[in-house]
């Protein structure tokens, strides 16, 4: 009976060896690989598929043009507004510039009108003046001569009573 045991034992590597052929292995590509340690901190999570260097950087720029357009909803159209920005600015660069012109000319002709006002202010000075020397040279005989008119209706009031 030491032969019987022999072929059984073969027989039994035989199927142990057809089973671990037939148990497929998944490849580390096709199967996301788990940590065979798990710490107490942090459960073990299974790691993505690794990615090329193109793949990368086609998902970041699909989410930097995804937040871009997001930006641009909520603030506009930058040239639009930068267009705005100096339409307006150059309106009120040239609406100063007009204000200032109506300044010059209000200066210009208050300056005018206040040259006018001082030659009139002279003018009349000068014909105050003339007009004074006047009433002085006349006031003098004037009076003289009213005192006179006094004294002579004195004398003709006296002579009749």
């Keep these: 009976m030491p032969e019987e045991e022999t072929p059984q034992e073969d027989m039994q590597v035989s199927a142990l060896s057809r089973a671990e052929e037939e148990i497929p292995v998944p490849s580390p590509v096709s199967a996301p690989q788990m940590s065979m340690t798990p710490s107490a901190e942090m459960p073990s999570m299974p790691t993505p598929p690794s990615m090329g260097y193109d793949e990368m950087q086609s998902i970041v720029e699909e989410i930097i043009e995804e937040k871009w357009k997001e930006m641009l909803t909520s603030m506009g159209d930058l040239t639009t507004w930068k267009v705005q920005v100096e339409d307006d600015m150059e309106a009120s660069k040239q609406e100063i510039l007009r204000l200032q012109s109506r300044f010059d000319t209000m200066q210009a002709a208050i300056v005018g009108k206040v040259g006018e006002y001082e030659g009139s202010m002279r003018d009349l000075s000068t014909e ?3 007009l ?19 004294r002579i209706t004195e004398d003709l009031r006296g002579r009749k009573k």
């Design 128 to 130: 105050m003046k003339a």
């Design 132 to 150: 004074e020397q006047v009433m002085q040279k006349i006031l003098e005989p004037l009076t003289s001569n009213i005192k006179e008119l006094g």
